[in-house]
């Protein structure tokens, strides 16, 4: 019965990562409408929709899989609303994360979960019923919220509930493999039913979607009713977690293994249209493809991490490497053919970082800390949001100041250098577990006066 539940809330969890991703990704087909608006148009803007990079809270983050696409004719007004809608979702989440991993770690991990999902709901039907910016800003924001809550809560539930490896890199891989699938399928969904149906059908579906997964949550594991929290110790602070130099060098990775998906987005659609002379459907395609490497690269490094678990330092390193040197390899390319196969390394690099480092952060708390998950994840989905707040709103005039080039260079070199700095997690498999509270209380015997007294108050 336990493998069954922790198996089904596995399910529960990647269907919230799923819906955060579609949300974001299924409002690209609706934005020309609102730019149009804007203009005093009232009508469609025609085929280009901006997209800025979508966050995580993942890890685990959140990725679009396709670019930014700004029209011609906006305003500088315009191009500013627009990064800074994009973008108030990274920046709401990244104020609201320690609070949400402090609140996790005291009230346990289905009760944030169930909160989150219901202000993805609320977000929802907000975007189905929005008429102008401030109530898609609106929306935006609260998506943010909820993220904070669902995916953080979501991806620590996973870390407690799959304790041991290698099941708990092949959930947190699965969780991964959801939140690209769901940036692969948010655009045709939303486009199809957004053409036949309507702007507003594509969120109603989602939100009922999200509906029922906050019931199937009720059903396995009702936060009012279990008594999961009475087992939990106190989690270690967020700001001590954050001075942990184990911790700090996997957040630096995940921040800078990010950096080039995010300020990419916004940026090369201009690019490739500028250098190349490239279509509107090559344009809308470029970041398809890279679903597949993806999903190979968290396939490829759940295998090896099970194989060769000492080893996971090598494949954050292996994965920082490649996507700097396919961020260099970018400006060189000449068609759409050509741009397709160093965005498929980043996203590979990327998948190769996050399944490494996401379980990697698990067993730093079990061995150095006490083994509650909300603030390790916290800082996790921080790390995702400095990237993906800066993103819609820098890049832009870094192209526009240093070139398009200059960009992507710099954010190679700054991944390969990084990429050294993970030697420092070699010997982390070495270490032993800690005696925290939970290891005295629960699995071994009193060893002394305190001891003794503990487990006689943990008992009544």
């Given at each position: 019965?336990?493998?069954?539940?922790?198996?089904?809330?596995?399910?529960?969890?990647?269907?919230?990562?799923?819906?955060?991703?579609?949300?974001?990704?299924?409002?690209?087909?609706?934005?020309?409408?609102?730019?149009?608006?804007?203009?005093?148009?009232?009508?469609?803007?025609?085929?280009?929709?901006?997209?800025?990079?979508?966050?995580?809270?993942?890890?685990?983050?959140?990725?679009?899989?396709?670019?930014?696409r700004?029209?011609?004719?906006?305003?500088?007004?315009?191009?500013?609303?627009?990064?800074?809608?994009?973008?108030?979702?990274?920046?709401l989440?990244?104020?609201?994360?320690?609070?949400s991993?402090?609140?996790?770690?005291?009230v346990?991990?289905?009760?944030?979960?169930?909160?989150?999902?219901?202000?993805?709901?609320?977000?929802?039907t907000?975007?189905?019923?929005?008429?102008?910016?401030?109530?898609?800003?609106?929306?935006?924001?609260?998506?943010?919220?909820?993220?904070?809550?669902?995916?953080?809560?979501?991806?620590?539930?996973?870390?407690?509930?799959?304790?041991?490896?290698?099941?708990?890199?092949?959930?947190?891989?699965?969780?991964?493999?959801?939140?690209?699938?769901?940036?692969?399928?948010?655009?045709?969904?939303?486009?199809?039913?957004?053409?036949f149906?309507?702007?507003?059908?594509?969120?109603?579906?989602?939100?009922?979607?999200?509906?029922?997964?906050?019931?199937?949550?009720?059903?396995?594991?009702?936060?009012?009713?279990?008594?999961?929290?009475?087992?939990?110790?106190?989690?270690?602070?967020?700001?001590?977690?954050?001075?942990?130099?184990?911790?700090?060098?996997?957040?630096?990775?995940?921040?800078?293994?990010?950096?080039?998906?995010?300020?990419?987005?916004?940026?090369?659609?201009?690019?490739?249209?500028?250098?190349?002379?490239?279509?509107?459907?090559?344009?809308?395609?470029?970041?398809?493809?890279?679903?597949?490497?993806?999903?190979?690269?968290?396939?490829?490094?759940?295998?090896?991490?099970?194989?060769?678990?000492?080893?996971?330092?090598?494949?954050?390193?292996?994965?920082?490497?490649?996507?700097?040197?396919?961020?260099?390899l970018?400006?060189?390319?000449?068609?759409?053919?050509?741009?397709?196969?160093?965005?498929?390394?980043?996203?590979?690099?990327?998948?190769?970082?996050d399944?490494?480092?996401?379980?990697?952060?698990?067993?730093?708390?079990?061995?150095?800390?006490?083994?509650?998950?909300?603030?390790?994840?916290?800082?996790?989905?921080?790390?995702y949001?400095?990237?993906?707040?800066?993103?819609?709103?820098?890049?832009?005039?870094?192209?526009?100041?240093?070139?398009?080039?200059?960009?992507?260079?710099?954010?190679?070199?700054?991944n390969?250098?990084?990429?050294?700095?993970?030697?420092?997690?070699?010997?982390?498999?070495?270490?032993k577990?800690?005696?925290?509270?939970?290891?005295?209380?629960?699995?071994?015997?009193p060893?002394?006066?305190?001891?003794?007294?503990?487990?006689?108050?943990?008992?009544?």
């Amino acid at each position: 019965e336990a493998q069954r539940q922790r198996r089904l809330l596995l399910v529960v969890v990647c269907v919230a990562l799923l819906l955060d991703n579609m949300l974001y990704m299924v409002i690209v087909p609706i934005i020309p409408d609102y730019i149009a608006a804007m203009r005093g148009g009232g009508g469609a803007a025609g085929p280009s929709a901006p997209a800025g990079g979508n966050e995580s809270g993942s890890g685990v983050g959140n990725r679009s899989l396709l670019p930014a696409r700004y029209p011609p004719a906006a305003g500088g007004n315009e191009d500013v609303q627009i990064g800074v809608l994009f973008a108030s979702k990274a920046v709401l989440q990244l104020l609201v994360n320690p609070l949400s991993g402090t609140l996790i770690d005291r009230v346990g991990y289905e009760a944030p979960l169930l909160a989150g999902l219901a202000v993805l709901f609320l977000s929802t039907t907000t975007f189905a019923f929005a008429e102008n910016y401030a109530t898609l800003f609106a929306a935006r924001s609260l998506q943010g919220l909820g993220s904070a809550f669902a995916d953080t809560a979501g991806i620590a539930l996973i870390a407690d509930r799959y304790a041991e490896e290698p099941a708990r890199s092949r959930a947190l891989g699965t969780a991964l493999a959801c939140i690209s699938f769901g940036s692969l399928a948010a655009p045709p969904f939303g486009g199809v039913l957004y053409e036949f149906a309507g702007k507003r059908v594509p969120f109603l579906v989602l939100a009922c979607v999200c509906l029922l997964d906050g019931l199937l949550l009720l059903a396995l594991a009702p936060p009012c009713a279990t008594g999961a929290r009475a087992n939990m110790p106190v989690g270690t602070p967020i700001h001590r977690l954050m001075i942990d130099p184990y911790i700090a060098v996997v957040a630096g990775a995940l921040a800078t293994c990010n950096i080039p998906l995010a300020f990419l987005e916004p940026t090369i659609a201009n690019w490739m249209k500028e250098s190349m002379g490239a279509s509107e459907w090559e344009v809308g395609l470029t970041w398809l493809p890279a679903f597949f490497p993806h999903v190979l690269g968290v396939y490829v490094t759940v295998r090896l991490a099970a194989a060769y678990p000492h080893l996971q330092w090598f494949y954050g390193a292996l994965g920082m490497a490649i996507i700097g040197a396919s961020s260099c390899l970018v400006p060189a390319c000449r068609n759409f053919k050509q741009v397709i196969i160093p965005l498929c390394g980043i996203c590979f690099g990327i998948a190769l970082v996050d399944t490494a480092l996401l379980p990697t952060l698990a067993f730093l708390v079990d061995v150095r800390h006490v083994s509650v998950y909300g603030s390790v994840y916290a800082i996790a989905d921080i790390s995702y949001c400095v990237a993906y707040a800066l993103g819609p709103i820098v890049a832009g005039q870094i192209v526009h100041t240093m070139g398009f080039a200059q960009l992507n260079l710099g954010m190679g070199l700054a991944n390969v250098l990084y990429a050294p700095v993970l030697l420092f997690l070699k010997n982390v498999c070495q270490m032993k577990p800690s005696h925290s509270e939970r290891n005295i209380l629960l699995e071994e015997g009193p060893k002394g006066l305190y001891d003794t007294i503990k487990m006689e108050e943990r008992k009544g």
